[in-house]
């Protein structure tokens, strides 16, 4: 699945638009997201743009069953919050781990129509 979008997201330095070129793949119940940073003024993105012609891993995604629940629980963990967005049916949030795991971390939540539609089971 492949395609490319414009979404609007929250950051710390408050609301912005992110253009990106999307590739997921899944390899049994692992996905593979690879993106392209098209318009990135957050630079959450560019920032980890590889300088060969080669992939740079940026970041681990984790499906998030109780979005509520889980989202209340953001305040207290030792990561930042880097952008979030809030669709209806797809959230995500994704907080700064580099400092102490070299890479983000991903939380989503979504509709398990959305799920099925992107190949997860």
């Known amino acids: 699945m492949h395609y490319e979008g414009t979404v609007e997201v929250a950051t710390n330095r408050g609301p912005s ?9 899944w390899v049994g119940d692992l996905q593979y997201e690879f993106i392209q940073p098209v318009v990135d003024p957050t630079g959450i ?3 980890a743009l590889a300088t060969e012609r080669r992939a740079e891993f940026h970041h681990l995604a984790f499906r998030v069953a109780d979005w ?8 207290n963990y030792p990561y930042p919050v880097m ?4 669709s209806g049916d797809l959230k995500f949030v994704y ?5 102490t ?8 939540w979504m509709t398990d129509a959305m ?3 992107t190949g997860g089971r």
């Open 95 to 99: 907080l700064d781990a580099r400092a």
């Open 68 to 75: 509520e629940a889980f989202r209340a629980k953001v305040a």
């Open 101 to 108: 795991l070299g890479h983000c971390l991903e939380y989503v």
């Open 115 to 117: 799920w099925t539609r």
């Open 17 to 25: 638009k992110s253009t990106n070129k999307l590739a997921l793949a």
């Open 45 to 47: 993105f560019a920032d």
């Open 83 to 86: 952008m979030e967005r809030d």
